[in-house]
């Protein structure tokens, strides 16, 4: 049976190439918003935080109506973080719709995503997105697309792939280059024409892999994914099996059935071959499994997702203001949580810590790594995190660590300065390519020696420098890398920070913290300039005598304070400190909060060195 009328593709992309605006604009021209209604922009961002950074996170399920068809569209993302999002949803299409900036051209991700889309023979439709900008060089971009091709070793029916050229933003595509269309329906009919519609036979025993799960107060786990063969019913008896894991097989039954039509899920009673569906009532299931027929159990191999190259440690909070923001604090909380996050994303590992109250969560990256601290805090966890470390590998006898693919766009006379950072870091000039008035960079770099890079790149570039990487292969350890070269300001004493304490302590160094903000022994409050940590005491008050009074405060001056926002706060820890994360408060610490006790520790280590 081949379904005629249904499309399944993904949108995917290198981060900030138009994906999401993209889909708004099908979901618009596809008739799934009233004529009338309001419709806020990239409405398939719906997460709190991909709306507030302005990155897609999630992979999400749309559909939209052209004509007598219907195409099943996912939105992915595209920062290199998110990858197993995009690698485990390419089981559920029949074909890719390959988006780049007519500016940007090709790009780390890009290369990534392809390469996967090719590797499972999906065929590709290529969109030139962002015709509208002024800078835009479509036909050399056209040229950098076919190069990748060729390199990722794509097959003759690949290179032969159909061009579009689009603006999402204004909602218009064309087959042709040098002429703008009125509309997307030049995306929409090399869409139709180009991606095979679903094949499979209705008669035969059900098999439906799933690829996404989602999570309902009201029903449960709801299992996502595309029907392979047979069909689909109500109250249907299945078993779930999995291609990897020897585990039994788990008897379930399916409770409600839900196809995407536009934004919303429409419950039906049934499901056929080729339908992306959402499945509930069948507990237990993970990503990776198989809905099968009880009397013919044979499961579908799953896609080997990427294995994560950073782990941080997240332990229960043990500082002095422990539990006094959190409403989740145990670590049978910390761990029913971890665990969960860990079934829903596949490129997330965790295990048990060294203690009974730490565990080990090993991810893609640090933005990866970072998301999931947010998300945590927002739910109301208090816990802490200790710096992130990569993750090594011994190959043929030899210590092997994780390498970067970066491209940096910069200007011309910042050239220099990234490159001599980049040497610091052990990264190695790849190619160096002249982009009109800017410099296009790429470097082979350790991923450690990117941790706390992106802030120190922007303030080089005077924050006209983009920065991606991508994961590329694991290589030889290149040797040690200085990460930090500042040291800590620490607080001395237990109490709330005075304007006075923190006039003095300013002149050490730039202050993290304001007035009236409690802190407690051992509690970083600002960066030292100088390699080693300095104790300063921000809670000393002015002694008042009858030749000295308090109203000669009003003439001391504080330098604004420099907040830390999460992903700093990580980028700033040293191998002797954790980051504490409540819901009101982010504050880094000393692993050993006593002054005296720290200080011999150090002490210690230093004659050990020697």
């Known amino acids: 049976m081949v379904n005629e009328k249904i499309r399944n593709v993904a949108i995917i992309a290198h981060v900030d190439h138009g994906k999401t605006t993209l889909v708004d604009q099908m979901l618009k021209q596809g008739g799934a918003f009233r004529a009338n209604q309001t419709v806020a922009d990239r ?71 392809l390469e996967h889309a090719l590797s499972l023979d999906l065929p590709v439709v290529v969109v030139v997105n962002k015709m509208d900008r002024p800078d835009a060089r479509p036909a050399e971009v056209v040229d950098e697309v076919l190069e990748l091709f060729m390199d990722l070793n794509a097959s003759d029916e690949q290179l032969d792939s159909p061009f579009v050229y689009c603006s999402a933003r204004m909602g218009i595509a064309s087959k042709e280059i040098d002429k703008p269309g009125s509309d997307l329906s030049a995306l929409f009919d090399t869409i139709i024409a180009h991606i095979p519609p679903p094949e499979g036979d209705e008669k035969a025993p059900l098999r439906m892999l799933v690829s996404a799960l989602d999570y309902s107060d009201y029903v449960g786990s709801i299992a996502i994914g595309r029907i392979e063969q047979g069909c689909l019913k109500q109250n249907q008896q299945v078993i779930l099996v999995n291609y990897h894991d020897d585990h039994a097989p788990v008897r379930a039954k399916v409770s409600n059935i839900y ?13 056929t071959v080729g339908d992306v569906v959402c499945v509930s009532g069948v507990e237990g299931v993970t990503i990776g499994d198989t809905l099968c027929d009880p009397e013919n159990p044979d499961p579908i191999e799953f896609p080997k997702i990427s294995e994560p190259s950073v782990e941080m440690t997240f332990m229960v909070n043990d500082s002095p203001f422990a539990g006094k923001e959190g409403k989740f604090v145990t670590s049978r909380h910390l761990r029913a949580r971890l665990y969960k996050e860990a079934v829903k994303d596949v490129s997330l590992k965790v295990s048990d810590g060294d203690s009974a109250d730490s565990f080990v969560v090993c991810g893609r990256g640090e933005m990866h790594l970072s998301i999931l601290i947010e998300n945590m805090r927002r739910e109301g966890y208090e816990f802490q995190v200790s710096m992130p470390k990569v993750l090594y590998k011994e190959i043929d006898g030899v210590r092997c660590e994780p390498i970067d693919r970066l491209i940096a766009d910069v200007p011309e006379d910042s050239v220099g300065v990234v490159m001599e950072k980049m040497g610091l870091r052990k990264g190695e000039l790849v190619s160096m390519t002249p982009k009109g008035s800017r410099m296009r960079l790429e470097f082979s770099v350790p991923s450690r020696g990117l941790f706390g890079y992106k802030s120190e790149f922007l303030t080089d570039t005077k924050g006209e420098g983009i920065m991606n990487s991508v994961f590329d292969k694991y290589d030889a350890y290149r ?61 000393k008050r002015k002694q008042l005598t009858n030749t000295r009074s308090s109203a000669s405060d009003d003439a001391l001056r504080l330098v604004p304070c420099k907040k830390l926002s999460l992903e700093q706060a990580i980028e700033f820890l040293a191998d002797d400190e954790l980051l504490e994360v409540t819901p009101k408060n982010i504050r880094i610490r000393k692993r050993i909060l006593d002054t005296e006790s720290r200080m011999k520790e150090w002490a210690k280590n230093r004659k050990n060195n020697q």
Do not use: W
Request: proline share 3%.
């Open 479 to 539: 040797g040690e890398i200085n990460r930090r070269s500042t040291g800590s300001l620490v607080a001395h004493e237990t109490g709330e920070s005075i304007t006075y304490g923190l006039f003095n302590a300013q002149e050490r160094g730039p202050l993290f913290i304001g007035a009236g903000v409690p802190v407690y022994q051992g509690m970083v409050v600002g960066e030292s300039p100088k390699g080693d940590d300095i104790t300063v005491n921000v809670c």
């Open 43 to 113: 409405v398939m961002d719906s997460n709190d935080l991909e709306r507030e950074r302005g990155i897609t996170i999630l992979a999400k399920n749309t559909s939209v109506r052209y004509g007598d068809y219907k195409i099943n569209v996912v939105d992915t993302p595209g920062h290199a973080d998110f990858g197993g999002e995009v690698e485990r949803i390419l089981k559920m299409v029949n074909g890719v719709v390959l988006l780049v900036d007519a500016f940007e051209g090709t790009m780390p991700q890009t290369r990534f995503v």
């Open 259 to 271: 196809i995407f039509e536009g934004l919303a899920r429409t419950a039906v009673e049934s499901a």
